[in-house]
């Protein structure tokens, strides 16, 4: 015998029936699941738009502002000769005379091998000012100009790029530059492919990944971001991919091997690769090549004491590279020895394409040190 199912009473006095009472469970259910999706949908519409917010700010710093600038030296810098680099300080307290003067050549990864090449630079600036050496180690450009702003770093070899920031930023006194025998100085920016790429000008990037260097790098960054734009329509993100190397070095090898699509890198790296490393050139097709620039740069702080100074300066201006420890590490590039700067002219490219891009001439990080005795 069937018996019905007796109705479940409810504090209102009505009653309720089993299909019924599944009905507003369903129904609840429904609505809450609806709920925890619309909940579920709102934060990662909300991380979504997160992610965006730091694409673009990353985007940002890594090429700059919109608008251009008009870099100059930094306050608190004197310009008596108007030669866009800064003066030593009038007042003697903010003189640096250190005991040891200390010495480093453009901040990377091998930085710290650098110190066997200028071996013979340090021993002659030991000599010339009759105080001991030493050469610092930075994996960072950052650290290097924040030690030469705050007078860890007396005496410094800086990149093209670097070199403007350094001046502005820190009071970084340029004084040669690598040349060639005949007096000559520079290189180009070469935009480099696999031989065996599709890619045929530099039309054909559209949709390929570039590989640039760091940020403060001229010929592996700054030229290259400003030349493709400007001169042919390619923007980052919009016409082209882009990701990062850590040296010339690296890249060249990585477009040898066919593993990168694209790289822009400093003309006189290629040669020093194929006379040190057996480079095959033949693995390598060039696309671009620039307008010539001014190569890596020497000098010293604009804190350093003027009578000290001026030996150093002295130490700098022509220095011949026959019979150094300089002398293999850049006989294959021409560069023999250092020829004098004459930065307003000679850097004009360089700040012009920095004031393009937006990119402020500033000091953030604080200089992180390795010493080496």
């Given amino acids: 015998m069937n018996e019905e199912t007796p109705p479940l009473p409810v504090s209102d006095?009505?009653?309720?029936?089993?299909?019924?009472?599944?009905?507003?469970?369903?129904?609840?259910?429904?609505?809450?699941?609806?709920?925890?999706?619309?909940?579920?949908?709102?934060?990662?519409?909300?991380?979504?738009?997160?992610?965006?917010?730091?694409?673009?700010?990353?985007?940002?710093?890594?090429?700059?502002?919109?608008?251009?600038?008009?870099?100059?030296?930094?306050?608190?810098?004197l310009d008596a000769n108007a030669d866009q680099v800064a003066d030593a300080p009038v007042d003697e307290k903010d003189w640096i005379d250190p005991e040891a003067i200390t010495f480093s050549y453009v901040a990377g990864k091998d930085n710290a091998q650098q110190e066997q090449v200028w071996k013979s630079l340090l021993e002659q600036l030991a000599e010339k000012l009759g105080r001991p050496s030493k050469y610092l180690v930075f994996e960072k450009f950052e650290d290097e100009v924040a030690a030469l702003k705050d007078g860890t770093l007396h005496v410094a070899g800086l990149n093209t790029g670097g070199v403007p920031i350094a001046v502005d930023a820190a009071g970084f006194v340029p004084v040669s530059m690598l040349g060639r025998e005949d007096g000559s100085s520079g290189y180009t920016m070469q935009i480099i492919v696999p031989a065996g790429s599709s890619v045929q000008r530099v039309a054909d990037l559209k949709g390929k990944r570039i590989h640039f260097l760091w940020r403060d790098s001229n010929s592996g960054f700054k030229a290259p971001v400003v030349i493709l734009q400007?001169?042919?329509?390619?923007?980052?993100?919009?016409?082209?991919?882009?990701?990062?190397?850590?040296?010339?070095?690296?890249?060249?090898?990585?477009?040898?091997?066919?593993?990168i699509d694209a790289a822009p890198v400093a003309s006189d790296m290629i040669d020093r690769l194929a006379a040190r490393d057996g480079l095959d050139r033949s693995k390598i097709r060039i696309i671009h090549t620039s307008e010539r620039f001014p190569p890596a740069a020497l000098g010293y702080s604009n804190r350093i004491k003027p009578e000290v100074a001026m030996k150093i300066r002295e130490l700098l201006l022509g220095l011949s590279f026959a019979d150094t420890t300089m002398s293999e590490e850049f006989r294959s590039a021409g560069v023999t020895k250092l020829v004098p700067v004459h930065y307003k002219e000679d850097w004009a490219i360089i700040r012009r394409i920095d004031d393009s891009l937006g990119y402020i001439h500033e000091v953030k990080a604080r200089p992180v040190v390795a010493e080496k005795n």
């Fill in 230 to 259: 400007e001169d042919f329509g390619l923007k980052p993100n919009v016409d082209y991919d882009y990701g990062f190397s850590t040296s010339h070095e690296d890249s060249i090898k990585a477009i040898a091997r066919g593993e």
């Fill in 13 to 77: 006095g009505v009653s309720v029936r089993p299909a019924f009472r599944w009905t507003i469970i369903g129904s609840t259910f429904l609505i809450g699941l609806g709920m925890f999706l619309g909940i579920v949908s709102y934060w990662y519409l909300l991380d979504a738009q997160s992610v965006a917010d730091k694409q673009r700010v990353l985007y940002e710093r890594i090429f700059g502002k919109s608008q251009p600038v008009s870099n100059r030296l930094a306050a608190g810098f």
